[in-house]
Structure formats: structure tokens, C-alpha cells
């Protein structure tokens, strides 16, 4: 079940920022009284009344051709058309503009539901020149304000009611979901054309969970799988092939209802800062990955080139340490036969469990061969292990004080669990917890 999402939207300078900063609960947004600051937009989780939301922080909306402007306005036209509900942001000081009617005409065409936010009413006596914004055809204005954080309450009220009702998505277990993320021009899209075009058993394309997204069913080998659409893989324009965090937005959509992540990695240009972040979110979902080196056709390559390659995929991401590497090319499909037995396996040991007895002779083997540390003169105990669930397998430690398990020693557990049962491809979580 995906979240909903809600874009704050207005003119520059209204306090866009400053509010989303307050929502989302720390300073993300770079906040500055100047225009034109926050030039992409900016995304968090939110949560209200139980409700978790992703909220997009966008550039303030000039008409102009300049171009910044430009490109501002069309991060914010992306922004409205990923959004669920639409947070308009006007300044309760200036009163009505002509930008103001500007950006309401555009979100007249939207035909998403509009709460408008009538920002700086840190007066009171303020409060009575909010009636003028009924104007703006958007209904009842909600007066806030960003600096002292007030109004906020009834805003995110009014915000919630207008999500959409979400179904549970049935989810056939015989049947692996997978997406692909990186950064764009990773060769995502060509990917996905290569495997299709190679197997040419597309089952069907139906509208996904994730609105305007395509889940694309195949069959390789008798195994059923769904390719999950992201960063907008087929959407057309400069627009969505040039807007990173967007990318970055469908991506986390697309990870929530995955089995298995691949992480597309670009050979030619190599690894940077924006890969790590992009397969972070991914672990940290607790998915299953698998790391795809493409383009591996435009590298000049010797005998150890591959290996060489992959010590430094495993430097950069030592946190993925249990996730296999597959090298390809997705333009001349050399080596394209090793990505699907390596999805397999991924989504096998993602659900994969052990019995409790077996897995309890192997920790008793591990703590003989490496005995429990103590702590100012206190011996950690480790009574039991049992595994407790799976998507990503997770294990209860039972110990006598839960502050004596040193993160090392967790890490020395995993590890002999790993080398025991396998897991590759699939991040294991591993809690301390009291017995009673």
C-alpha cells in the first residue's frame, strides 16, 4: 500500500520552506528570505493522525522566461503531477497578487485537491484578511504561520481527508517483484527494453499502485515476475529525464512494493556520491538487492578489470556486502543471462527461514568459537536465537542485558549466520532482547 503524497506549492518567498520544515520535523530546506532559494524541490516522510505521506518541498512558481524560472516552474508542474493533494502556500501579508493568480490558474488545471495555506498570520488581528483569498476559487483558506508554527494542526487535518482510499495490494508470493533504481542515464530504461525484448512473453501492462506507474509481467523459465515502473521510465520530455529528486521520489514508491532492488550502477562514468544514496534507501527498507554494473561494453577491459571493479563497489558500499554483482550491457545484452538467476536466488532468501534448532547449533558453535565479550565486568549471555519473520529474515537474540550486545558482536553473529545459511542477497536484521 503506497503513501500518498502532498506538494507545497506557491509563488517564491511565501515561506514554503519554513513550513516544510516544521512538518517534516528538522531543516531540510535550505530557508532564506531570498527568492528563489530552493530551486529543486525537497522530499520527506511526514506522519499525521496515523497517516504517513511523503510531502515534496518545491521551488517557488514565477512566470517568466529566464532560465531558472523555468526550470523551477517545471520542478513544480512535476511536483503537482505526482501529488496526491496540493498544498497552495499564499503570503497572508502581501495579500492577492497577480503570481498568485498565475499559479492558481495552473492548479485550476491540475484537478488534484487544493488546500490553501495562507502563510506569516503571526497576528491574530491578522486573521481577518483571510476572507480575500476566498477568491482565489480554492474554498476555505487556512491561516498559519511557519515562524511560531501555528495553524499547522487544522491545516494537516483538512490535508488527510482528501487522501485517497487505499486498498491492499494482493500480492501473489509465487510471483518476484523487482525494480531497478540509480541515477538517471544509468541505462534503467534500456535495461528493462533488453530483458522484455529478450524474453518476449509480456504477460500484460496494468496500471500499477503507484498512479501513472506500469507494472510489466513476464515469465522467464516458468518463474513469473513484475518489473516495477520507475522515475517515470516511461514518460517522455526533458522534464522527467532531467529532474534527479524526482527520480529519486518514484524510486522510493517503487522500493516499498519490491521484493528485490537492483541497483544500476553506470560502468563508464563509475560510482558516485548520489549511487550510495539511492541504494541506501533501498537497504534500509530492508529489501532484497541486487547490484547491476551496465554499460559494461564502453570499459576498455583487461583480465583483472571486473575484479578490480568490484573491490571498488565493495568499498564504496560496504553496507551491501551480501549483495551479488552482475556486470552487463544492456545495449548488446552480453552477459544479460546472469541477472535473472541472481533475482531468483535475492527473492528466495529474502523469504528464506530456519528452524529454530538448527539455527540455535550454529550460534552455539559461533559463541565457542568466539565466547561472549564482557562489559565492566558484566559476561553477556545468549540464552536463545529464533527467527521471527521474513522480507528481511529477522532474528530475536534473547540475552540477559541487551545493553552488553556490542554491535561488533551482532556483526559477528550475522556473519556466522550468513556463512551457515547463505543470504545472499538479502540485508538480515538481527535484535537484542531480554528474556523475561
Known amino acids: 500500500m503506497r503513501k500518498s503524497t502532498v506538494a507545497i506549492v506557491g509563488k517564491p518567498n511565501v515561506g514554503k520552506s519554513t513550513i516544510f520544515n516544521r512538518l517534516v520535523g528538522e531543516r531540510i530546506s535550505i530557508v532564506e528570505d531570498v527568492p528563489g532559494v530552493t530551486r529543486d524541490r525537497i522530499y520527506s516522510e511526514v506522519e499525521w493522525l496515523n497517516n504517513k505521506f511523503n510531502l515534496i518541498d518545491t521551488g517557488g512558481i514565477e512566470i517568466g522566461d529566464e532560465p531558472l524560472l523555468v526550470q ?31 499559479v492558481a490558474k495552473m492548479l485550476y488545471k491540475s484537478n488534484k485537491p487544493i488546500v490553501l495555506a495562507v502563510n506569516k498570520m503571526d497576528n491574530p488581528q491578522m486573521r481577518e484578511t483571510v476572507y480575500e483569498f476566498y477568491s482565489l476559487g480554492f474554498g476555505e483558506p487556512f491561516p498559519i504561520s511557519g515562524t511560531h508554527g501555528l495553524g499547522l494542526g487544522d491545516l494537516l487535518d483538512e490535508v488527510v481527508k482528501h487522501f485517497p482510499e487505499r486498498e491492499e495490494e494482493e500480492i501473489d508470493d509465487e510471483i518476484i517483484r523487482f525494480s531497478l533504481i540509480g541515477r538517471p542515464n544509468v541505462g534503467k530504461s534500456s535495461l528493462v527494453n533488453a530483458l522484455l525484448g529478450e524474453e518476449r512473453v509480456i504477460v500484460s501492462d496494468i496500471a500499477g499502485t503507484t498512479r501513472d506507474a506500469i507494472d510489466t509481467h513476464y515469465e522467464k523459465d516458468g518463474q513469473e515476475f513484475v518489473i516495477i515502473d520507475t522515475a517515470g521510465m516511461r514518460k517522455k520530455g526533458k522534464v522527467y529525464e532531467t529532474t534527479e529528486k524526482y527520480s529519486v521520489l518514484r524510486a522510493l514508491k517503487a522500493i516499498e512494493r519490491s521484493d528485490v532492488v537492483l541497483v544500476t550502477l553506470d560502468a563508464d562514468t563509475g560510482i558516485i556520491e548520489q549511487d550510495k544514496h539511492i541504494a541506501g534507501y533501498a537497504h534500509d527498507a530492508g ?30 558500499f560496504q553496507f551491501l556486502d551480501y549483495a551479488p554483482i552482475v556486470f552487463l550491457s544492456a545495449k548488446t545484452k552480453k552477459r544479460l543471462h546472469t541477472l535473472v538467476p541472481k533475482i531468483i536466488i535475492a527473492s528466495e532468501n529474502h ?66 549466520i550468513r556463512e551457515a545459511f547463505g543470504f545472499e542477497g538479502t540485508p538480515i536484521k538481527i535484535y537484542a532482547r531480554q528474556r523475561k
Open 72 to 102: 523551477m516552474r517545471q520542478q513544480a508542474e512535476v511536483a503537482i503531477d505526482e501529488a496526491d493533494v496540493i498544498i497552495y502556500m499564499v503570503d497572508g501579508r502581501q495579500g492577492i497578487t497577480a503570481a498568485d493568480e498565475e
Open 287 to 316: 529489501k532484497a538487492i541486487v547490484i547491476v554494473v551496465n554499460k559494461w561494453d564502453a570499459i576498455e577491459r583487461g583480465e583483472k578489470t571486473m575484479k578490480e571493479f568490484e573491490d571498488k563497489v565493495r568499498q564504496q
Open 351 to 416: 523469504t528464506k527461514r530456519v528452524q529454530t534448532n538448527i539455527l540455535n547449533e550454529v550460534i552455539v558453535d559461533a559463541l565457542a568459537m568466539n565466547p561472549t565479550p564482557s562489559i565492566k565486568g558484566r559476561k553477556l549471555k545468549i540464552l536463545y536465537v529464533t527467527q521471527v519473520a521474513v522480507k528481511p529474515p529477522t532474528f530475536v537474540v534473547f540475552v540477559n542485558d541487551p545493553e552488553l550486545m556490542h554491535f561488533s558482536y551482532k556483526r559477528f553473529l550475522e556473519n556466522r
